[in-house]
Antibody, heavy 119, light 107 residues
Framework: EVQLVESGGGLVQPGRSLKLSCAAS????????MAWVRQAPKKGLEWVAT????????YYPDSVKGRFTISRDNAKSSLYLQMNSLKSEDTATYYC????????????WGQGASVTVSS | DIQMTQSPASLSASLGETVSIECLAS??????LAWYQQKSGKSPQLLIY???RLQDGVPSRFSGSGSGTRYSLKISGMQPEDEADYFC?????????FGGGTKLELK
């Protein structure tokens, strides 16, 4: 069974940093692109980042480019999201998602990690 | 960026009723369109990809269609467990963009 388990969420002050982790199991992690998608309270879904199978290529929307960094450790079947210079508008539930390839949809999702940016 | 406009924002359907949700892309996306279902308090789940292909395990009452810029999700016979939010997403190019969502409730 495919499992994605996020951790590392919490309350953080504006301008500070936070790192999310996602532990994957039930599939060959190194064969899949992976992504982060967020959802602000009572709002829709927003794609945040995607990383290639080897980690050599990363993709971001303008809203987080230069502040967020996606990375992976295939040996540990783990995905990460380093979030710097956090803003109140980054407050959301962050989902780790499996993405088959460069343009595939997200076919498996974690339960989400809540991030609140507030003073 | 490709804008995805979803409609309606909300709707209410009776048990057994057929429901349709529309998604309009700001440019052609060559059937690279996915639909997700998100039940209250849960994470999204992939329903349909490539505009019309049913994800494994998804009931056959769900179907997708469309081409070019216009796509739709149809539920043929509303069931209580279909009460959820539904989102479309284009997988044609980056940045990946979602529709604003449709809240479907059982009447």
């Amino acid at each position: 069974e495919v499992q994605l388990v996020e951790s590392g969420g919490g309350l953080v002050q504006p301008g500070r940093s936070l790192k999310l982790s996602c532990a994957a199991s039930g599939f060959t992690f190194s064969n899949y692109y992976m992504a982060w998608v967020r959802q602000a309270p009572k709002k829709g879904l927003e794609w945040v980042a995607t990383i290639s199978t080897s980690g050599s290529r990363t993709y971001y929307p303008d809203s987080v480019k230069g502040r967020f960094t996606i990375s992976r450790d295939n040996a540990k079947s783990s995905l990460y999201l380093q979030m710097n210079s956090l803003k109140s508008e980054d407050t959301a539930t962050y989902y780790c998602a499996r993405q088959g390839s460069y343009l595939s949809p997200m076919d498996a999702w974690g339960q989400g990690a809540s991030v609140t940016v507030s003073s | 960026d490709i804008q995805m406009t979803q409609s309606p924002a909300s709707l209410s359907a009776s048990l057994g009723e057929t429901v349709s949700i529309e998604c309009l892309a700001s440019e052609g996306i060559s059937n690279d369109l996915a639909w997700y279902q998100q039940k209250s308090g849960k994470s999204p789940q992939l329903l349909i990809y490539a505009a019309s292909r049913l994800q494994d395990g998804v009931p056959s009452r769900f179907s997708g269609s469309g081409s070019g810029t216009r796509y739709s999700l149809k539920i043929s016979g509303m069931q209580p467990e279909d009460e959820a939010d539904y989102f479309c997403q284009q997988s044609y190019k980056y940045p990946r963009t979602f529709g604003g969502g449709t809240k479907l409730e059982l009447k």
